[in-house]
C-alpha cells in the first residue's frame, strides 16, 4: 500500500490564483481530512469527510472548497489564493473500523507570492 | 468537541523517562484518548490509544485516571531521535473531526 499520497509537494503561487491539492489513499478509509501547519503552530482541520458525498468545515475553512466523489480521492482547492494561505497542507485518512488511527501524508508546501 | 490542553514544551536528558500531560475536561463517553509524534516536515504518527486505566505498547505508555479528565503519555529512557512535537486528541472512533491543539515540543538533550 503507498498509504496516503499528496501532490504536489511543493508550490509557488501569485495571490489571485487557483490551484488544487491532490489527496488519494488506497486503504480504502471513509474518512478523509486536510489540515495547515503554520511555522511553530500546531495543525488545524481545515475540512473533513466520513465519505463519498459527504463533506464537512473544519476549524479553518475559509478560503478552501473540497468534494469527495470517490472513496480514494479528496481534492482541496484554493479557488483565489492569498499570502495568508502561505503553509504546510496535510492530508490524512483514517479507519473508522479499527482504532480510529490517523494515517497522514508527507505534507505540500504552499507558498503564495 | 473535546478541547485539549498540554505543556508548551518540556526538555530532558538523553535516557531519562519523559511524562507529558493533556487536561481533556469535558471528554465525552464515547471519546478515546490517542497520541501522535510529529518530527519536522513530516506528518503526525500514531504512538499509542488508550480509553481508561493503563495501556502500554512498545514504544509508550498511557495513563488515564478514572474521572478520564487527563491522561499522561510516558516515554521511558528517552533518546536524541524522540526530539519531537507531541500532540494528545481526544475524539470517537465513527467518523468526527479529528481537532489538534496546539502540542508539547519535547527537546531531548545528550
Known amino acids: 500500500n503507498a498509504g496516503v499520497t499528496q501532490t504536489p509537494k511543493f508550490q509557488v503561487l501569485k495571490t489571485g490564483q487557483s490551484m488544487t491539492l491532490q489527496c488519494a489513499q488506497d486503504?480504502?478509509?471513509?474518512?478523509m481530512s486536510w489540515y495547515r501547519q503554520d511555522p511553530g503552530m500546531g495543525l488545524r482541520l481545515i475540512h473533513y469527510s466520513v465519505g463519498a458525498g459527504i463533506t464537512d468545515q473544519g476549524e479553518v475553512p475559509n478560503g478552501y472548497n473540497v468534494s469527495r466523489s470517490t472513496t480514494e480521492d479528496f481534492p482541496l482547492r484554493l479557488l483565489s489564493a492569498a499570502p495568508s494561505q502561505t503553509s504546510v497542507y496535510f492530508c490524512a485518512s483514517r479507519d473508522d473500523r479499527g482504532r480510529g488511527e490517523l494515517f497522514f501524508g508527507e505534507g505540500s508546501r504552499l507558498t503564495v507570492l | 468537541l473535546a478541547k485539549t490542553t498540554q505543556p508548551i514544551s518540556m526538555d530532558s536528558y538523553e535516557g531519562q523517562e519523559v511524562n507529558i500531560t493533556c487536561s481533556h475536561n469535558n471528554i465525552a463517553t464515547n471519546d478515546y484518548i490517542t497520541w501522535y509524534q510529529q518530527f519536522p516536515s513530516q506528518g503526525p504518527r500514531f504512538i499509542i490509544q488508550g480509553y481508561k486505566t493503563k495501556v502500554t505498547n512498545e514504544v509508550a505508555s498511557l495513563f488515564i485516571p478514572a474521572d478520564r479528565k487527563s491522561s499522561t503519555l510516558s516515554l521511558p529512557r528517552v533518546s536524541l531521535s524522540d526530539t519531537a512535537v507531541y500532540y494528545c486528541l481526544v475524539g470517537d472512533q465513527a467518523g468526527t473531526a479529528l481537532i489538534f491543539g496546539k502540542g508539547t515540543t519535547l527537546s531531548v538533550s545528550s
Open positions: 486503504m480504502n478509509h471513509e474518512y
